[in-house]
């Protein structure tokens, strides 16, 4: 199976911050790669697909980007609403793995 | 609007069996691969099974395989997990997912179920 990291696995930041978390594969998945949200109690939700495409809905404060086994979560300003943790996964290979999840929470 | 409700999960004893259903509205189901993904109290989430819309095609995690099966009624918009063999690792919460794409060839998951938790213990 593909195993995923992240880091950091938490962070704190200021609102209005740039916010910047990564995630690697164990080996090349070139774009499949998927980013969700997901706050406390709650579901998923999808926000980034195919590394870099933005799902529809969400705010443009959210982007991805890389490919093969490099990749990079950013929120460009990081609001109040923003605080959950936050998973990429892929699906190069089934066993479809998520990574370990980054915290994020305010300052 | 896409809808999915879990429904099955509760105590169970360790080597027991349990089967969970996820109702599905609002889509086409049958047009739709489907998945489980599961999450353990205060763990990240783990990617558990998949089929492919016309139920031709599935794969498991290997944590999983050979104890559960995952199947589908796209007569009644239906999705199915039967787990056997219940450990007490297999304690989470259950999401049933859509995916974006009939065949398990792009696993973009673009709507969730609320979860069914699941625990096992004596």
């Not at chain 1, 995923?4 to 200021?14: C, E, F, G, I, V």
């Not at chain 1, 997901?38 to 939700?45: D, F, I, R, S």
């Not at chain 1, 890389?66 to 996964?89: N, V």
């Amino acid at each position: 199976d593909i195993q995923m990291t992240q880091s950091p696995s938490s962070l704190s930041a200021s609102v209005g911050d740039r916010v910047t978390i990564t995630c690697q594969a164990s080996q090349d998945i070139s774009n499949y790669l998927n980013w969700y949200q997901q706050k406390p109690g709650k579901a998923p939700k999808l926000l980034i697909y195919d590394a870099s495409n933005l799902e529809t809905g969400v705010p443009s404060r959210f982007s991805g980007s890389g490919s093969g086994t490099d990749f990079t979560f950013t929120i460009s300003s990081l609001q109040p609403e923003d605080i959950a943790t936050y998973y990429c996964q892929q699906y190069d290979n089934p066993g479809f793995t998520f990574g370990p999840g980054t915290k994020v929470d305010i300052k | 609007e896409v809808q999915l409700v879990e429904s099955g999960g509760g105590l169970v004893q360790p080597g027991g069996s349990l089967r969970l259903s996820c109702a599905a509205s609002g889509f086409t189901f049958s047009s739709y691969a489907m998945s489980w993904v599961r999450q353990a109290p205060g763990k990240g989430l783990e990617w558990v099974s998949a089929i492919s819309g016309s139920g031709g095609s599935t794969y498991y995690a290997d944590s999983v395989k050979g104890r559960f099966t995952i199947s589908r009624d796209n007569s009644k918009n239906t999705l199915y997990l039967q787990m056997n063999s219940l450990r007490a690792e297999d304690t989470a919460v259950y999401y049933c997912a859509k995916a974006t794409e009939e065949l398990i060839v792009v696993v973009i998951y673009d709507y969730w179920g609320q979860g069914t938790l699941v625990t096992v213990s004596s």
